[in-house]
C-alpha cells in the first residue's frame, strides 16, 4: 500500500464537475476523438461503449456522486479528465476526491464503522481483501453483477482481460474488488554504468563473476560495495551502491509489508500468497489466520524475517547516501534521478513517469533512459515457487452502507474510468496497466525503449510473482500500523533485528488475539494457535513438505549470481498469449 505524494500532486483535490445534467452522445464523440486515443477499440466500438452508459445513466441524470482515491498521476488524469468526461457524457455530476492514502483507509474504516455513506465508491487497496470478505461491509463484485447491479453492468467490461483479478478474489471465489491501476516494486541499475566495459572490467576482477541483473541478495551485496567503496566516483560525483530510506514514519511499514520479507524467504510456496504461511509471516489455517509469531506457527519472527531486517539495515548504513536513513518514502523516491545512486532493489514503477523526464540526469538527450529496471533479486531463504515482490492494486470498491441508487451510479462511474474505451490511453498517461490489452497493444510496443523496461516486465510471465497483501491479514489497518513501529527500531539501532521481530509478531499476535475473542470476523476470523517451540515448528514444516518457518541457514550468504539485462529481456516471449481476454 503505497500514498505515493508525487511533487505535482496536491494533497487534496476536490473536483466536481460543471458540466450540465444531461447526456450528450456529441459529447461522447468529441472525447473519443480528442482524448480517447489510442484505444484498443475503433472509434465504432467506443461510441457503442458510449452509448451504453447514456442509456444506463438516464435513472441517475442530474445525481451528484462522491468517490475517492490516494493521489498518483493515475487518479489524476481520472479525477481532472474522466470525472468531466463522465459527467458531460451521462449527466451524472461526478465529485472524485484525491486525498492521502492514509485518509482513505481511516475514512472507509470510519463508513464501515458507523454505517454513515462518506463515498459512494471507493478506490482502495486490494490489500484489504482480507478484511473487506471478513468484516462484510463490502459488496462481493461477482454477486453484485449478476444481482442487483447487472442492469449497470458494462457488457463490455471483459472481466478475464484484468490481470489482477486474482488479487481481489477472496477464499469464497468471489471477487470483492476490481483493480483500477497496478504498480510493482522492482530492481532499478544504471544500465550505462553496467555496460560500462572498464567497469565491468574491474568488478569481474573482484568477484570472478559479470557484473550485471544481481539474481541473489549476494549478487546485490556486492554491486552495492563495489559503486559505493572501489568505484567511488564517476564524472566527479560521489556514487552510492544502494539507495533506501529509514525514518521511523508510517511509510516505513509499507517498505516491509509490501513483500520485503518475501523477496527474502520468508512464508511459502504459492501465488498469489503463500500457504498456509504468507509474506507478513501469518499463518493461515482453512480461513481463518491462526498466528504471526513462530510460537504459533508463523513466520513473522523466523529467520528468514530476521535476515530480511538485518540486511536491510547492513545496507542502510553501510551503502546508501547518508541522508537516506532520516528520509521518508517521498523524500527518498526522487533520489535515484538525481544521478549518483548505482541500484535500488525496492523501487517502484509508478515513479517510472518521473524517472523518463527530459532533462534529467538519468535521461538520455535522445530521450532513452540511462537505467533500466528487472526482476528483483532473491534473499537466501527464497524457494521457487514463492512470490518476489509486491504489486500495488488500487480498486474499486463498494460498500453496502451506500445507498443502492447511489451505488449503482458510482458503479457506471467505476467501469467508464476502466472501460476498453479509455484504459489505453489512462494507461499512457500514469502507465499502470490493468488490462492483458492495453499491455500488448502496438501503442506500447512503440513507446517502450523509453520506459526502462516497464513493458518487458508487463509483458513477461515474471510478472505473476509480484502480487499484493492477500487474505491471511484478516486486519490490515490495525495490523500495517503496527511495523513501521517495530521496524523503526530496528533501523534505528534501538532494538536488533531479532528484538523488533519478536515485538512485532507478539502485537501481531495480540491484536488477532483480540479479535477472535470479539467474535466479529466470524468463521473466517483469527483462531490463534496455542504456544510450540520453534523446533516443533520447524519439524513440522519439513514433515508436511511446506517451507515456513524455516531453519536458519549456516550460511546466508551463498555465491553471488547475476544475469545479462539484454539476454534477460531476449528470454521473454515477444508475443501475447493466446487466450479469450485477449478478444474485443
Known amino acids: 500500500m503505497r500514498a505515493l505524494y508525487l511533487a505535482s500532486a496536491s494533497a487534496a483535490a476536490l473536483l466536481l464537475s460543471s458540466a450540465p445534467a444531461f447526456a450528450d452522445i456529441e459529447a461522447a464523440k468529441r472525447w473519443i476523438d480528442s482524448e480517447f486515443q489510442p484505444s484498443t477499440l475503433s472509434k465504432e466500438e467506443q461510441l457503442k461503449e458510449m452509448q451504453w452508459f447514456i442509456d444506463a445513466a438516464k435513472p441517475f441524470a ?60 471507493w478506490i482502495n487497496d486490494s ?26 453492468t458494462l457488457p463490455t467490461l471483459d472481466v478475464n482481460d484484468f490481470i489482477g483479478k486474482s488479487f481481489t478474489t477472496a477464499p469464497d471465489g468471489k471477487l470483492y474488488q476490481l483493480p483500477d491501476q497496478q504498480f510493482a516494486n522492482l530492481y532499478w541499475f544504471r544500465y550505462d554504468w553496467f555496460t560500462n566495459p572498464d567497469i565491468k572490467a574491474k568488478f569481474k576482477a573482484k568477484y570472478g563473476y559479470d557484473l550485471g541483473v544481481p539474481v541473489n541478495w549476494s549478487a546485490y551485496e556486492d554491486i552495492a560495495e563495489f559503486f559505493t567503496n572501489d568505484v567511488k566516483e564517476i564524472d566527479g560525483v560521489k556514487v552510492y551502491g544502494h ?70 539495515v547492513e545496507w542502510l548504513k553501510k551503502y546508501a547516501p547518508p541522508q537516506a536513513a532520516g528520509m521518508t518514502f ?42 533500466r529496471m528487472a526482476p528483483s533479486p532473491k534473499g537466501a531463504y527464497w524457494k521457487d515457487g514463492m512470490k518476489l515482490g509486491y504489486q500495488d492494486a488500487g480498486s474499486w470498491t463498494l460498500l453496502k452502507s451506500t445507498p443502492v441508487d447511489r451505488r449503482k451510479a458510482a458503479w457506471l462511474y467505476a467501469q467508464f474510468t476502466m472501460a476498453k474505451s479509455v484504459s489505453l ?8 496497466f490493468i488490462r492483458e490489452s492495453d499491455i500488448w497493444d502496438k501503442s506500447f510496443t512503440e513507446r517502450a525503449p523509453k520506459l526502462g523496461g516497464l513493458v518487458e516486465f508487463y509483458r513477461s510471465p515474471a510478472r505473476v510473482q509480484w502480487t499484493p497483501t492477500g487474505v491471511n491479514v484478516p486486519d490490515y489497518p ?33 491484536v488477532m488475539e483480540r479479535l477472535e475473542r470479539s467474535g466479529v470476523q466470524g468463521e473466517c476470523g483469527p483462531k490463534l494457535n496455542k504456544k510450540e517451540s520453534a523446533e516443533f515448528w520447524f519439524a513440522k514444516a519439513e514433515k508436511d513438505g511446506t517451507t515456513a518457518p524455516q531453519r536458519k541457514l549456516s550460511n546466508e550468504k551463498p555465491k553471488g549470481e547475476t544475469v545479462d539485462y539484454d539476454q534477460l529481456i531476449k528470454s521473454w516471449p515477444a508475443s501475447p498469449p493466446k487466450k479469450a481476454a485477449m478478444a474485443q
Not at 484489504?128 to 442487483?148: A, C, N, S
Open 127 to 152: 490489500d484489504l481483501i482480507g478484511t473487506h470478505f471478513r468484516y462484510k461491509q463490502v459488496v462481493p463484485l461477482t454477486d453484485w453483477m449478476e444481482g442487483e447491479g447487472k442492469d449497470v
Open 478 to 510: 490495525k495490523l500495517a500500523q503496527l511495523w513501521w513501529q517495530n521496524i523503526g527500531d530496528a533501523s534505528s539501532g534501538a532494538k536488533t533485528p531479532q528484538a523488533a521481530m519478536d515485538a512485532l509478531a507478539a502485537a501481531q499476535d495480540s
Open 425 to 432: 490511453k489512462k494507461s499512457h498517461v500514469g502507465l499502470t
Open 243 to 312: 539507495m533506501d530510506y529509514g525514518k521511523k514514519d508510517p511509510s516505513l511499514g509499507w517498505r516491509f509489508t509490501d513483500a520485503w520479507l518475501s523477496m527474502a524467504g520468508n512464508g511459502d510456496k504459492g501465488l498469489p500468497n503463500g500457504k498456509p504461511v504468507d509474506e507478513w509471516g501469518i499463518r493461515m489455517e482453512g480461513c481463518s489466520p491462526v498466528g504471526s509469531s513462530i510460537e504459533r506457527g508463523g513466520d513473522t519472527n523466523g529467520p528468514a524475517a530476521v535476515y530480511s531486517v538485518t540486511k536491510y
Open 62 to 121: 442530474g445525481m451528484e456522486i462522491n468517490v475517492v482515491s490516494e493521489t498518483i498521476t493515475t487518479h489524476e488524469y481520472e479525477a481532472r479528465t474522466l470525472a468531466k468526461a463522465f459527467s458531460e457524457i451521462t449527466g451524472i455530476k461526478l465529485r472524485h476526491d484525491l486525498i492521502q492514502e492514509g485518509d482513505v483507509v481511516e475514512k472507509i474504516q470510519t463508513q464501515m464503522q458507523s454505517g454513515k455513506n462518506i463515498y459512494d465508491a
Open 330 to 371: 517521498s523524500e527518498s523516491g526522487p533520489v535515484p534521478a538525481q544521478g549518483n545512486v548505482a541500484q535500488q532493489m525496492f523501487w517502484y514503477t509508478a515513479f517510472t513517469a518521473d524517472m523518463v523526464k527530459d532533462g534529467l540526469p538519468v535521461v538520455n538527450a535522445d530521450g532513452t533512459p540511462k537505467w
